[in-house]
Nanobody, 126 residues
Framework: QVQLVESGGGSVQAGGSLRLSCTTTSRYKFRTYYMGWFRQAPGKEREGVVALASDGGTSYADSVKGRFTISGDIAKNTLYLEMNSLKPEDTAMYYC???????????????????WGQGTQVSVSS
């Protein structure tokens, strides 16, 4: 069983930055699974933001390319999401997720991820 705990959300003005963290309780799975970040804005469906493969490969949503950066620290069992040049449309609850074994998680589809954190809120004001 994988448990994921997010932190680092908050309120910032447009153009600002935040770094989200996601700590996992399963080092084995962190090393071998895709991990990813999703977000859900009020009244909208949850959408994939970025995924990180165990080999270091990444897959970003077009809306965040060039602004967001995913990384992982295996020693700390922690996944990060560095968010720069934030926009009001980035306002959402952000969720950390771990991929289902063998699923094509680079597609950033919610159905392919089997473990989820509780979420951390990011609010960007104009």
């Amino acid at each position: 069983q994988v448990q994921l705990v997010e932190s680092g959300g908050g309120s910032v003005q447009a153009g600002g930055s935040l770094r989200l963290s996601c700590t996992t309780t399963s080092r084995y799975k962190f090393r071998t699974y895709y991990m990813g970040w999703f977000r859900q804005a009020p009244g909208k469906e949850r959408e994939g933001v970025v995924a990180l493969a165990s080999d270091g490969g990444t897959s970003y949503a077009d809306s965040v390319k060039g602004r967001f950066t995913i990384s992982g620290d295996i020693a700390k069992n922690t996944l990060y999401l560095e968010m720069n040049s934030l926009k009001p449309e980035d306002t959402a609850m952000y969720y950390c997720a771990a991929c289902r074994f063998g699923a094509p998680c680079y597609l950033l589809k919610e159905v392919n991820f089997g473990y989820w954190g509780q979420g951390t809120q990011v609010s960007v004001s104009s």
